[in-house]
């Protein structure tokens, strides 16, 4: 059962998004106690804790969303978390997630981790899309699922800390691929008569329409068929790519941001994969 939406909560660190929670949590109703490391004017209706100890002891509930993993072992390290329920916000690795959850249960607390998938400016914003998944603890989630969901969407991920991490940081990889072909694409027509604003639509529906590739580069994966459903195979992708390439040398662009892709799917398409499509090169990546 969730906690009452009115339960305190304290938060520590108060940058832009961790400023962006607390607004949305008093906005809620809920009493919020802060603490931050340097001096920062807090949302009006915060309570400001002068001592992480303070503020820790302020609330059972602890969201921490600080710079990175060092600095949340830095803030919490000699205090008490005996009976603290400890929701990390902060960016991290996989790895890291994994030891600060083994790091906080040795010292009395329980752990959930989160991936935050927004911007500050999303946040508490209904229908802003802003969501944040949370691996760890499933009691904690169970616990605080209806505060937690106060001021973005939760996505619930599994018991394993590091997952909202893994999530997270997948994700993020895969949008710095597409703005990466984005750039390109920019940068090919930005020498002609080509209004950057006319094209980027074109632009932004075509990137929308092939990301569903990836639920047959998911489907293949899934079966360790890589040929399945393929409608144009390795090779003849690999064939198209001199294309690109040509015409990033006529328009004066650096393929830079194509090449390294390329030419992995050019050793997949050396080790006998001209029949699948571009999955293989996953299996490249793992090696």
């Known amino acids: 059962m969730s906690v009452n939406s009115n339960k305190p909560l304290t938060v520590l660190g108060l940058g832009d998004m961790g400023s962006a929670l607390v607004r949305a949590w008093l906005a809620a109703g809920h009493a919020v106690t802060v603490w931050n490391r340097s001096a920062r004017q807090a949302p009006q209706g915060a309570t400001v804790a002068t001592t992480v100890a303070d503020a820790v002891t302020a609330s059972t509930l602890v969201v ?13 390290d000699g205090i008490d978390l005996t009976g ?6 902060t960016t991290s690795t996989p790895a890291e997630a994994r030891e600060l959850s083994e790091w906080i249960t040795a010292r009395g607390g329980r752990f959930l981790d989160g991936g935050i998938m927004a911007v500050p400016s999303m946040i508490g914003v209904a229908g802003s899309g802003a969501y944040v998944f949370y691996s760890g603890s499933p009691q904690l989630h169970e616990t605080y699922a209806e505060t937690l969901a106060v001021p973005a969407g939760v996505e619930y991920v599994g ?10 940081v997948a994700l993020l990889s895969a949008m710095w691929g597409m703005f990466a072909g984005a750039a390109h694409a920019f940068a090919l027509i930005g020498k002609e008569d080509i209004a950057p604003v006319e094209f980027a639509p074109l632009l932004v529906a075509y990137q929308q329409a092939m990301a569903e590739y990836a639920y047959g580069t998911a489907a293949q994966l899934a079966s360790g ?5 393929v409608e144009s195979n390795l090779a003849m992708m690999v064939t198209s790519n001199r294309t690109l390439l040509r015409t990033a040398t006529e328009q004066g662009v ?6 390294p892709f390329m030419a992995l799917m050019e050793r ?7 029949n ?12």
Not at 225 to 229: I, K, V
Not at 254 to 259: A, D, G, R
């Open 268 to 274: 997949r398409l050396a080790e006998g994969g001209g």
């Open 254 to 259: 650096s393929p830079e941001l194509l090449t």
């Open 159 to 168: 018991a394993d800390p590091g997952f909202a991490a893994l999530y997270d």
């Open 225 to 229: 068929d890589y040929t399945e459903g």
């Open 64 to 76: 921490v969303c600080l710079l990175d993993d060092a600095s949340v072992r830095a803030t919490l």
């Open 84 to 89: 603290r329920d400890i929701v990390n916000l």
């Open 276 to 287: 699948e499509s571009t999955t293989g090169v996953v299996d490249l990546l793992r090696r």
